[in-house]
């Protein structure tokens, strides 16, 4: 559930009118829900009652400042992948010990920065890695604690861009290889070895994969503790799924997620981190685009719109769905026509959806795409030298500019004309 509904015949966001927005801030935009942040992020924490754990917000999803800031406060950990995250994260106030580095290729300086400024636990993806944390660590005097990240080779049953899980895939070590690796690891002086860690990929609609994967580190977990390590923590990832497509059926709950890690995990007494990004992100944000034109095309109308590939990729570059909705409210069994929705970027992989039935739209009509808090602004580019758009959080009837559009002299000012030109 999110808060962006319509009242009184026009949509709001929470408890301000997204037309309000549009006239201040000028079109396109990405809007955010407080509520729904702070709702979803709620859901998992409740959903894993019970077991000592902790929620880390995985900020790819959406690293701006105010929502992690807003994230944070409610209590949650963040998941980083990169130096950039992880001085994001601490400059929104999240403290290192509740800052988890993944990825799986950490350089050298950010693996130095993350343990001169203090970190939960490094999610180590392979023997280099390991080497290089391991020595880095030795040399600051420091112990890194880690887990490994496991690849269980399970069938996310995702989208190929976004599994993770499988063994032809970049991610972890494979699990038959564990011990071994765990037994390097704890031979290395800079290393202290507290758990395991696994993530299978993103957007799963089913819990299934997520079980097989959780009951192959249910078993690991028994046989390393038989092999002397001291196995504590559990680092099961994110991934689950959100409804985009509202006719479709709605992907298993948090409380659904946290029934069964409870079911797989509960036994083992280890302390459970989750790494969700797209759950509490996603429906909690709106990417709301103006209409330019309506264009007749052979056979079909095209709605131009002034948002693009580069403000939103997901439709372009995972052939994501994105409910596309009018800001005012069409009539109850109005009359709908089918549209190509597309952006002004010179590709024709440039549209959002193709014969989408919509009610009729004109010139200067606003039109709001769901679920696009995750995934969204953080992907976007100035391709096109179109400018970043910008970001806005609402907060029952307040809203503020959180990240501004950049004006065209500050885009044009980053380049650097050398002298001798
Ligand atoms: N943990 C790790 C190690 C990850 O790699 C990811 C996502 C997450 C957690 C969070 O997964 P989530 O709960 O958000 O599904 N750009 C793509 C999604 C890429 C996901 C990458 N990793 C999209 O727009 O669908």
Redesign the pocket.
């Known amino acids: 559930m999110d808060h962006f509904l319509y009242r009184d015949g026009a949509l709001f966001a929470e408890d301000v009118a997204i037309s309000e927005i549009a006239a201040a801030v000028g079109t396109p935009f990405y809007v955010y829900s407080t509520a729904t942040l702070l709702r979803h992020f709620k859901a998992f924490d409740d959903a894993l009652d019970g077991m000592d754990h902790l929620v880390c917000y995985?900020m790819?999803?959406n690293s701006n400042q105010a929502v992690l800031k807003t994230l944070a406060r409610a209590g949650a950990g963040m998941?980083v992948?990169s130096a950039g995250e992880y001085l994001r994260a601490k400059a929104a106030g999240v403290p290192g010990d509740r800052i988890v580095f993944?990825g799986v290729g950490k350089t050298a300086s950010e693996i130095r920065l993350a343990l001169e400024g203090g970190i939960r636990q490094f999610n180590v993806e392979s023997e280099p890695e390991m080497a290089q944390l391991d020595a880095i660590a030795q040399s600051l005097g420091k112990v890194a604690p880690i887990t490994i990240r496991v690849n269980p080779d399970v069938d996310a049953k995702t989208h190929a861009k976004?599994a993770?899980g499988k063994s032809e895939n970049k991610f972890g070590i494979p699990i038959a290889r564990a011990r071994d690796v765990y037994r390097l690891a704890a031979s290395m002086p800079g290393l202290e070895v507290i758990g395991i860690d696994v993530?299978i990929g993103?957007?799963l609609t089913d819990l299934a994969p997520f079980e097989q994967a959780y009951q192959k580190v249910a078993e690991l977990t028994e046989l390393l503790r038989t092999d002397g390590h001291d196995i504590r923590r559990l680092d099961l990832?994110?991934?689950?799924g959100i409804p985009y497509e509202r006719s479709n059926a709605a992907p298993p709950l948090p409380t659904d997620y946290g029934a069964m890690v409870q079911r797989t995990l509960g036994h083992l007494d280890c302390e459970i981190e989750i790494?969700?990004?797209?759950?509490i992100a996603g429906n909690a944000g709106l990417m709301v685009s103006e209409v330019i034109y309506v264009k007749s095309g052979e056979g079909r109308d095209f709605l131009i719109i002034d948002g693009a590939m580069n403000d939103l990729i997901?439709p372009a570059m995972?052939d994501?769905y994105h409910d596309i909705i009018p800001v005012i409210e069409p009539p109850v069994g109005g009359e709908q026509r089918p549209y190509d929705v597309v952006g002004p970027v010179c590709e024709t992989g440039d549209t959002f959806a193709k014969q989408r039935m919509m009610p009729e739209l004109s010139a200067g009509d606003l039109v709001a795409f769901r679920s696009a808090g995750?995934?969204g602004a953080v992907?976007s580019s100035e391709y096109n030298s179109r400018a970043l758009i910008p970001e806005v959080l609402v907060n029952g009837d307040q809203f503020a500019v959180i990240r501004q559009r950049p004006t065209f002299d500050e885009m044009i000012n980053r380049d650097i004309i050398p002298e001798w030109l």
């Open positions: 995985a790819k999803a998941d992948v993944s976004i993770t993530h993103s957007q990832g994110g991934g689950l790494e969700p990004g797209r759950l997901r995972y994501a995750a995934y992907m």
